[in-house]
């Protein structure tokens, strides 16, 4: 069974960095797309980045604007988001999710993913 350990979220001040990390234990991600979402007080959980399993295709939520980017090492079984230009609409809890495919017309929407990490809070504030 796979199981999903967010880790590296915290507390920034607006226009920091953060890295997420997404450390994948039971189970190889090679076969694995896998995505990061966020959920934040009162709001949907949404889509903000999504990682092929075997190629390395990418897709970012519009918002992201080039300030995040998502990557994998299978050698680690890890997936990291790095962070960056971080605004206070950020804050949210983020979490990673893992869908079994290996093809690369994967989407990045919640409900398609089987399994899913506890979270890590990440808090944009001055």
């Known amino acids: 069974q796979l199981q999903l350990v967010e880790s590296g979220g915290g507390l920034v001040q607006p226009g920091g960095s953060l890295r997420l990390s997404c450390a994948a234990s039971?189970?190889?991600?090679?076969?694995?797309?896998i995505g990061w979402f966020r959920q934040a007080p009162g709001k949907e959980r949404e889509g903000v980045s999504c990682?092929?399993?075997?190629?390395?295709?990418?897709m970012y939520a519009p918002f992201v604007n080039e300030r995040f980017v998502i990557s994998r090492d299978n050698a680690k079984n890890t997936v990291y988001l790095q962070m960056n230009s971080l605004h206070s609409e950020d804050t949210a809890v983020y979490y990673c999710?893992?869908?079994?495919?290996?093809?690369?017309?994967?989407?990045?929407?919640?409900?398609?993913?089987?399994?899913w990490g506890q979270g890590t809070q990440v808090t944009v504030s001055s």
């Open positions: 990682i092929s399993s075997t190629i390395g295709s990418t």
């Open positions: 039971g189970s190889s991600l090679d076969s694995y797309v």
């Open positions: 999710a893992a869908l079994y495919y290996t093809g690369s017309d994967f989407l990045c929407l919640a409900y398609e993913y089987n399994y």
